[in-house]
C-alpha cells in the first residue's frame, strides 16, 4: 500500500495524474496534512457502529481516514471530474459509497435506518451555512456534526450573548444545537492554501430541545433586532413593524414585561430573552 492520500506528495501525485486543477467554483481545498486529518475523524470518535455522512470528498483524503474506523460512509461530492479520481483512490474500502450530487439537494431518506449517524466534512467554505441549515433542517438524527470551516464563521456559530461575533447565526445554530470549537487549522495545511484560517467545530443536538411554537416568528424577530447593530433594539424593532405611536408603545410595554432597559442592544439577549419577548409583543399585539 502507498502513502495516505492526504499526505502532500500523494495528493500532488493523484492532482497530476488526472490534470486536476482545485477547482475555485468549487471551493476546493484540499487537505495535506495528515495529523488533521486523523484529528477530525478522532474528534467525531467515528466506530463501526456509525454511519458517517460525508460532504465533498475531494480526493478522498478525509474519507479515507473515516472509512478506517467507520460501518459506512456514504460521500455527496458535486464535481463529476472527482469521480473517477475518488473510485481509484478509495477502491480500498468496501464501505464507501460516493455519490455525485449537490448536497443542497439530497434526499437524506437514506439514512433513516442508520443506527448511529455522524456526519463529517472539510466544508466548502462558499456554502457553509446553507449546508448547516440544510442540514439542521431536514430533521436529520445525528449523533455529531464535526466540520471545518472559516476560523471567523465558527467564531460566529460558538459566540455567546454579549460578544462582538454574537447574532442571528449564534441563535439559529444554538437554538438547536450545543456547539464547541474543536480545533484551530492554518491555513497552510491545505493545497491551494485559502486566504482565510480554519476551524473544526462540532456541534451535537441539545439534550431536551422542544421547538418553540413560534419559530418562523421568532427568527424574523431575531433577524430584526440584529439589523443595524448600533441602533437600540426599540428602534430595530421600529423599523421591522412600522415606526407609529401604537408600534412603539407595543414594543416598549413588550420589553418592560420582558424585563429589560428600554435602551438595550439586541446582542444583550439570550435566545430565551427573545422567546419570551415573542411572547410578549403577541400578548401586546393591538
Ligand atoms: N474533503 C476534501 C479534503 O478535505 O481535502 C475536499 C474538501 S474541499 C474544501 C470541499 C469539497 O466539497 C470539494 O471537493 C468540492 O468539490 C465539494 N463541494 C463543493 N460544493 C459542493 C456541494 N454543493 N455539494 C457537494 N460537494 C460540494
Known amino acids: 500500500e502507498g502513502p495516505e492520500i492526504g499526505s502532500p506528495a500523494r495528493t500532488a501525485g493523484i492532482l497530476n495524474k488526472y490534470h486536476l ?3 475555485k467554483r468549487f471551493g476546493q481545498n484540499f487537505l495535506i496534512d495528515l495529523n488533521v486529518l486523523r484529528q477530525i475523524a478522532e474528534l467525531a470518535a467515528i466506530n463501526q457502529d456509525d454511519t458517517v455522512l460525508e460532504i465533498g470528498p475531494g480526493i478522498g483524503s478525509l474519507t479515507e481516514q473515516l472509512a478506517k474506523a467507520a460501518g459506512q460512509v456514504v460521500a455527496y461530492e458535486i464535481d463529476k471530474k ?3 479520481v475518488l473510485a481509484e483512490t478509495l477502491a480500498p474500502y468496501d464501505n464507501v459509497k460516493v455519490i455525485n450530487q449537490d448536497i443542497l439537494k439530497a ?3 437514506v439514512f433513516h435506518d442508520a443506527k448511529s449517524l455522524k456526519i463529517v466534512a472539510n466544508l466548502p467554505y462558499y456554502i457553509t451555512t446553507p449546508i448547516l441549515f440544510y442540514l439542521l433542517g431536514e430533521k436529520l438524527a445525528f449523533k455529531s456534526i464535526t466540520v471545518m470551516m472559516q476560523k471567523e464563521v465558527a467564531a460566529r456559530l460558538q459566540a455567546q450573548v454579549g460578544s462582538k461575533e454574537y447574532g442571528e ?10 456547539v464547541t470549537i474543536r480545533l484551530q487549522v492554518p491555513r497552510s495545511a491545505f493545497m491551494p492554501s485559502p486566504n482565510v484560517d480554519s476551524a473544526v467545530v462540532m456541534l451535537t443536538p441539545k439534550a431536551g430541545f422542544k421547538a418553540f411554537p413560534y419559530e418562523k416568528e421568532l427568527f424574523s424577530l431575531i433577524k430584526a ?3 443595524h447593530r448600533r441602533k437600540s433594539l426599540v428602534n430595530n424593532l421600529l423599523f421591522r413593524y412600522g415606526k407609529t405611536d401604537e408600534n412603539r408603545a407595543r414594543i416598549e410595554q413588550s420589553l418592560t414585561d420582558s424585563g429589560f432597559n428600554l435602551s438595550i442592544r439586541g446582542e444583550r439577549l439570550t435566545l430565551e430573552n427573545y422567546e419570551q419577548l415573542l411572547l410578549n409583543l403577541r400578548k401586546n399585539a393591538v
Open 169 to 178: 447565526l449564534s441563535l439559529a445554530i444554538q437554538y438547536r444545537t450545543d
Open 107 to 109: 434526499d437524506f431518506s
Open 21 to 23: 486543477r482545485a477547482s
Open 82 to 84: 472527482l469521480i473517477p
Open 225 to 227: 433586532a440584529f439589523a
